[in-house]
């Protein structure tokens, strides 16, 4: 088949893969292949067992896969063959050298400009993908055009606000697509170029243009925001537990007015993933390095806040446990991140887990997606089991953690649950998923986040 264009993405992970396959999905006439140096990965891509969890996404990639959706490793043929470059490579935290610890690490975005620059034969158009430091776009420009100069590249900047769990959902109706370019008849015509791409399924008036700076920037503040507003309500949390006022209703009052808004309003065990630590202490760096040390401890302080709520979060529980965990059997309810995804990355539960595990508790880890990845992060041992079945999880334990939002926790017999622990047997609900009454009329002691507990004492 004539396809009208050749897509590449370079980065086959969590924004990559469900990215490229509803742009294939929805873009027939375009060709679209994911590359990576991720061997593995790249075959879980191609099996049919992929490699990352998302609702609906299996079927979106089955039926497109072998069609105009393609997975390689031959990242230099790839970029030969294409017109079309996302850059979709992962920029975590640094871990050494200047910045470590906060400054995001750009080698692999630079490595793949590297890459372009060395593999190309023909005019490009490379898009940002990667949530970047902001003009990290200058810096792909001046690479792309240290060559012969007989090819051209054009760098736009098309940040990505997908969230985890609901990935397929987010890009098949997003609120906004960014896109930054530079002011230049190349930039224009390489913005226009990509915005017919979303033109196949995004209303045009969510198409958003701006300078690529803004672009660059806009994704950073976003994560800053949100995880913000999740940082704001967790500190409220701790004060409504010394005064019994409820924080669930506190969110309630407050999300009603509209200037403030009631999503993501959510008291819990804190926020995880990827993202939000590792763009906000970006964003913080960079304000540091523009000598702004006002603004980067105002933004470092989201951060600090989320590490004291997870903290909270396993002091509450060991007082709670008549002041010891030392052998006893803690079930651990979820690790992913949040709920629909088998991502760890950052998720509250390391922490937690980590923290109950120096004071000597066992743990029953359970989760209906993470399991594989939970092991990478505190591995199986005689203290830590790893169990699929929640009821099997809970038995003999003297408390239950609710630490991801999963739906199936919901739904559990919990009559049955209490049956199988230890008494008095306690219940940490990290994410106020759960009908507090409820649990406490079966027998449970429950603590919930920002909430009086519920005792039997
Ligand atoms: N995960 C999210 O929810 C999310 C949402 C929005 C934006 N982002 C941003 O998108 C970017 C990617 O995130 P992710 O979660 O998909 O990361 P990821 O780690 O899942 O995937 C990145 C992939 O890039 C590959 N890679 C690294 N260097 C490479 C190279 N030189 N050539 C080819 N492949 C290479 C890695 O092997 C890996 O498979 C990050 O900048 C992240 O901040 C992530």
Redesign the pocket.
């Known amino acids: 088949m004539n396809f009208k264009k050749r897509i590449l993405c370079?980065?086959?992970?969590?924004?990559?893969?469900p990215t490229m396959a509803i742009i294939a999905d929805k873009c027939p006439d375009y060709r679209v292949e994911v590359?990576?140096?991720?061997a593995e990965?790249i075959a879980a891509w191609q099996s049919a067992d992929l490699p990352?969890y998302e609702p609906g996404l299996d079927e979106i990639v089955f039926r497109n896969r072998g069609k105009n959706l393609f997975f390689s490793t031959d990242?230099e043929q790839g970029i030969r063959d294409s017109d079309i470059i996302f850059v979709?490579?992962?920029?975590p935290t640094k871990t050494y050298g200047q910045g470590a610890g906060s400054a995001a690490d750009v080698q692999?975005v630079e490595?793949?400009a590297r890459?372009i620059l060395a593999c190309s034969t023909s005019d490009k158009i490379v898009i940002e993908?990667?949530?970047?430091p902001v003009r990290t776009a200058e810096v792909m420009g001046r690479i792309l055009r240290s060559g012969s100069g007989n090819v051209n590249f054009a760098v736009l900047s098309n940040?990505?606000?997908?969230?985890?769990g609901t990935?397929v959902e987010d890009l098949l109706h997003p609120d906004r697509v960014l896109i930054g370019a530079h002011d230049t008849e190349t930039g224009k015509v390489a913005l226009e170029t990509l915005a017919e791409i979303y033109g196949h399924w995004v209303p045009a008036d969510r198409v958003v243009r701006s300078n690529v700076w803004s672009s660059e920037l806009a994704?950073l503040v976003a994560n800053a925001f949100l995880a913000q507003r999740v940082s704001s309500i967790n500190s409220i949390s701790a004060l409504c537990e010394q005064t019994e006022a409820d924080v669930q209703q506190v969110a309630h009052a407050i999300g009603l007015d509209p200037r403030i808004g009631s999503r993501f309003l959510q008291a819990g065990v804190g926020f995880g993933?990827?993202?939000f630590r590792?763009?906000i202490l970006n964003l913080a760096y960079i304000c540091g390095t523009y000598g702004l040390e006002a603004e980067a401890n105002y933004w470092h302080q989201v951060v600090t806040m989320n590490d004291h709520q997870q903290d909270r979060f396993v002091s509450n529980l060991i007082t709670a446990l008549f002041n010891t965990v030392a052998g006893k059997d803690i079930a651990v309810f979820g690790f992913a991140f949040k709920a629909d995804t088998g991502?760890t990355r950052d998720s509250p539960a390391i922490r937690v887990c980590k923290q109950l595990r120096e004071e000597h508790a066992r743990l029953r880890i359970t989760d209906p997606k993470a399991i594989g990845n939970a092991k990478l992060e505190i591995p199986e041992s005689d203290e830590v089991a790893y169990i699929e079945d929640p009821y099997e999880a809970a038995r003999g334990a003297h408390a239950l953690a609710i630490m991801t939002d999963w739906k199936e926790y919901k739904d559990l017999d919990y009559e049955r649950i209490y049956q199988s622990m230890e008494k008095p047997a306690t219940l940490f609900d990290g994410r106020n998923l759960l009908d507090r009454s409820a649990l406490f009329e079966i027998g449970f002691n429950v603590y919930s986040v920002g909430r009086a507990p519920l005792t039997h004492f």
Do not use: H, M, Q, W
Request: proline share 2%; net charge neutral; aromatic share 8%.
């Open positions: 370079i980065g086959a992970g969590y924004v990559g893969g590359v990576d140096v991720n990965r990352i990242i979709s490579v992962n920029t692999y490595k793949v890459t993908k990667s949530t970047v940040p990505e606000f997908l969230a985890e990935a994704k993933g990827s993202c590792k763009d991502d």
